[in-house]
């Protein structure tokens, strides 16, 4: 079975664009989350969804946001970019919302110049 | 605010030691504490404990968790340098699965 995928896996962007990345979870999870991970720190909570309804948000701005298909695959979007955005941006699956381990995909690296 | 802080934020050790790494944590509403390992991007997932003194055990890594002092140790026994990685712990305080992480261990094993 595959994993958690995640697309593109590295994509390079001006401040003041705007980016989406794209995540399709295990087979049978219904809930989607995503991560940013600046480097040399631990992941930090973004968005989570299950069933296309968002569950939980974490501190981010606005400019951050994020839907769930009905397939269960789920879009971030990243409206008018700081540097501050370039990071490790993960998503994570799990079959339920509320327990359970996550599983994780190989993550988008985002780059702002 | 949830937040967890792990120690040390660094060490070397050789094949063959033994390490112990910490997680301390401090949540509103504890639901459980996970461990991953991250080599390269994704982190992968090692435990999750929810009760306190119950050892969680997967060949030569070991877990622990103190719901009274707030803490948790990952131990790995005879170390190989495949161990090299960065081990995050999370903790589980909110409405499920919204985890907040730690800054992480780095750990290097030299042959």
């Known amino acids: 079975d595959a994993g958690v995928t995640q697309s593109p896996t590295h994509l390079i962007k001006t401040r003041g664009q705007q980016v989406t990345l794209r995540c399709s979870p295990i087979?049978?999870?219904?809930?989607v989350s995503w991560y940013q991970q600046v480097l040399g720190q631990g992941p930090q909570f973004i968005f989570q969804?299950?069933?296309?309804?968002?569950?939980g948000r974490g501190n981010f701005p606005d400019r951050f946001s994020a839907r769930q298909f009905p397939n269960y695959s789920s879009e971030l979007n990243v409206n008018a970019l700081l540097l501050g955005d370039s990071a490790l941006y993960l998503c994570a699956s799990s079959w339920l919302a509320g327990t359970g381990e996550l599983f994780f995909g190989e993550g988008s690296r985002l780059t702002v110049l | 605010e949830d937040k967890v802080v792990q120690s040390p934020l660094s060490l070397v050790v050789h094949e063959g030691d033994t390490v112990t790494l910490n997680c301390s944590y401090e949540?509103?509403?504890?639901?459980?504490l996970l461990w991953y390992k991250q080599e390269k991007k994704a982190p992968t997932f090692l435990f999750m404990l929810?009760?306190?003194?119950i050892e969680k055990k997967s060949g030569r890594l070991s877990s622990i968790l103190d719901k009274k002092e707030l803490f948790s140790i990952l131990n790995i026994t005879a170390t190989q340098t495949g161990d090299s990685a960065v081990y995050l712990c999370?903790?589980?305080?909110?409405?499920?699965?919204?985890?907040?992480f730690g800054g992480g261990t780095r750990l290097m094993v030299k042959p």
């Open positions: 087979s049978g999870h219904k809930s």
């Open positions: 949540v509103t509403n504890f639901r459980s």
């Open positions: 999370a903790v589980d305080g909110n409405a499920g699965n919204m985890l907040t």
């Open positions: 929810t009760s306190s003194g």
């Open positions: 969804y299950y069933e296309k309804e968002e569950r």
